[in-house]
């Protein structure tokens, strides 16, 4: 194997350093929030949330991996976050559907009988 | 690890668990079980409170489950007010949830955000605070949206909905933040990270953190889904969910902020104090123009948090004691006056003008909302007043700037608040009835609660010898 491709191999083996996981989850969390503030549909607002949300989270696994000792509870912490997040989710879609049920759309921009 | 200890410490919180898990199961195997789900669940309300102040009287204490967990005088007090409000909002529900029969699902709801608020207050690990955050929120956007009857309920659902998550993502990352540059979740490892300077990561945690706390108590400039969401909710349920989730929280960003970051007070009580004036401001200015009394309430309940974050400018230097004792007094004068306004709408009506002439038709009502609006606005001897008053003292006694500019500000918003309540009190004392009213609503059980929540409020200063006792022996001083 010539030098060059053995180094390039080396590279692909290290550890990737904690920063790029971390610079990720900040990217997905800003499209997440970015897509949140336009975007006028319900569920596709919900849907970036939930992008905000596993972007934290992959935050919180790099950072339980890269830890002195793992950060105590460590990758147990995603677990609970998981699971938070799937019951927001269950109680928010049904919230939207009863939304749609009395309105016939979801688009936040229309369901506003609630100002001032 | 598990001792019978350990299930001690929980009592109360257990103890409101099984309540909801037998009212909803009552709710799916009895039919018609109206009444009896709802003495359940008001039975188990009580239980509660009798439990959190068995503790309390016995002075039991601890920290439990590997230090996350812990049981002292400032966590069993917050738990006493939650499991207070649960006890009205159980009452005052009785006679609305009948109505589209699902009441065993929503006294169910009750108690579940009860069980995370409770559990809120004990949290010493931030991702246990995150999850008892969660506990509390997420039932309250079923109750927001619960009332099938009325289109407003299930869009006020949706406003809270949306930005509630959002807030919760927000806070998730500042806590990840916290936790990625401290190493560790725990509060008494977090305060060894948060020393003088800050490291940028730790430093934009705690940003994140103080402004999904911010949403989560409506602060400005995160208020804007509280007036959406009382709106939509059962009166009810809005009672509630400005009383008990909210006193929960404020106590756990207490906890957070004095056991977890003390050496970083100067970062954190300028931007506090920040806060606190600009929710005084938006609070009173937008409560002014509104016509729905619902509605005014949720910008009365944003002013209010914005009194009491200005307790929390005060907690450095020789402030600290008495800004506690000021957040603590503070918010069992608010659960006592708020609730009793709250439920005085269910009995009334939502529109400004259903309110004329109310003392010649129902003097004894009128009274009690006279009660409830000068206790808001800070009239001595009401029990808005003792609150108010400790932010000032707190204030008074942390002498920098930034408190006296908050106390400042206080003052000026309280003169601000004057119309809006008042202009209750002018329709009810001074208008004609409008012709046509439906005449009396409610029943006895709401109309109970008025009168109590109405006594309760005016003899608050007998209770705050007590009140103070219990702040200094609460374990964050």
């Known amino acids: 194997m010539p030098p060059q491709v053995q180094q390039f191999v080396d590279t692909l083996n290290a550890a990737l350093p904690l920063e790029g996981y971390l610079v990720i989850g900040a990217i997905m969390f800003a499209i997440g929030a970015w897509g949140a503030l336009i975007r006028r549909n319900a569920v596709v607002v919900f849907m970036c949330i939930e992008l905000m949300i596993n972007a934290v989270n992959l935050s919180l696994v790099a950072f339980a991996d890269y830890l002195p000792d793992a950060g105590g509870f460590g990758v147990g912490y995603a677990v609970l976050v998981i699971a938070v997040a799937a019951a927001e989710v269950a109680v928010g879609l049904a919230i939207v559907l009863a939304v749609y049920r009395s309105r016939k759309t979801v688009n936040v921009d229309e369901v506003n009988l609630l100002k001032g | ?49 009798v439990t959190a102040a ?53 006294l169910t709801l009750i108690l579940s955000v009860a069980v995370g608020a409770m559990l809120l207050v004990s949290m010493r690990d931030l991702f246990g605070l995150f999850v008892a955050i969660e506990l509390a929120t997420i039932p309250s956007y079923a109750l927001v949206a619960f009332d099938r009857s009325r289109r407003e309920s299930p869009e006020g659902g949706m406003k809270y909905l949306l930005t509630g998550v959002m807030a919760s993502s927000i806070l998730l990352y500042g806590i990840v933040l916290i936790y990625g540059a401290s190493g560790s979740a ?28 911010a949403f989560k108590l409506s602060a400005a400039p995160f208020h804007f889904w509280t007036p959406d969401a009382y709106q939509g909710a059962p009166t009810s349920a809005a009672a509630f969910l400005s009383v008990a989730p909210k006193a929960a929280t404020f106590a756990i960003l207490l906890r957070v902020l004095l056991e977890g970051m003390p ?61 506690v004792q000021a957040v603590l007094i503070y918010m069992a004068a608010y659960a006592v006056m708020n609730l009793g306004a709250f439920f005085v709408i269910d009995l009334v009506g939502e529109d400004g003008k259903s309110f004329n002439g109310l ?60 119309p809006y309540y008042f202009g209750i009190i002018r329709n009810m004392f001074f208008e004609d009835p409008v012709t046509g009213d439906e005449g009396p609503k409610g029943t006895g059980l709401v109309l109970f609660s008025v009168y109590a929540l ?24």
């Open chain 2, 1 to 49: 690890m598990f001792t019978a200890q350990t299930f001690v410490g929980l009592s109360p919180e257990i103890v409101a668990f099984l309540f909801s898990m037998v009212v909803l199961m009552v709710g799916v195997f009895v039919p018609n079980a109206r009444g009896l789900v709802a003495g359940i669940a008001a039975f188990g309300a009580v239980a509660t409170f």
């Open chain 2, 54 to 106: 068995v503790l309390l009287l016995s002075g039991f204490g601890g920290e439990f489950l590997g230090n996350a967990y812990v049981v002292d005088a400032f966590a069993l007090y917050f738990k006493l007010i939650v499991a207070f409000s649960a006890f009205f909002a159980i009452l005052a529900a009785i006679r609305w949830s009948g109505r589209t029969g699902d009441s065993p699902e929503y």
């Open chain 2, 186 to 213: 725990n509060l008494a490892d977090v305060a060894e990270t948060f020393t003088g300077s800050l490291s940028p990561v730790a430093l934009m945690g705690l940003v994140l953190l103080i402004s999904g706390f």
């Open chain 2, 263 to 323: 050496d970083a007070a100067p970062t954190w009580t300028a931007v506090m104090a920040f806060l606190a004036v600009l929710t005084m401001f938006v609070g009173n200015l937008f409560a002014l123009r509104q016509r729905n009394v619902r509605r005014m309430l949720a910008y009365s309940s944003v002013a209010h948090s914005g009194y009491i974050l200005g307790a929390f400018a005060a907690l450095r230097g020789a402030g600290v004691d008495t800004a």
């Open chain 2, 359 to 418: 003392f010649k038709s129902r003097p004894g009502v009128a009274v009690c909302m006279g009660i409830f609006m000068a206790a808001l606005v800070g009239i001595p001897p009401l029990s808005g007043f003792w609150g108010k008053a400790w932010v000032i003292f707190a204030g008074v006694e942390a002498a920098s700037a930034a408190t006296y500019i908050v106390v400042g500000a206080l003052v000026i918003n309280s003169v601000l608040s004057v």
């Open chain 2, 454 to 477: 109405a006594v309760a409020t005016v003899v608050f200063g007998f209770f705050l010898g007590p009140l103070s006792a219990l702040a200094e022996r609460s374990g964050l001083l």
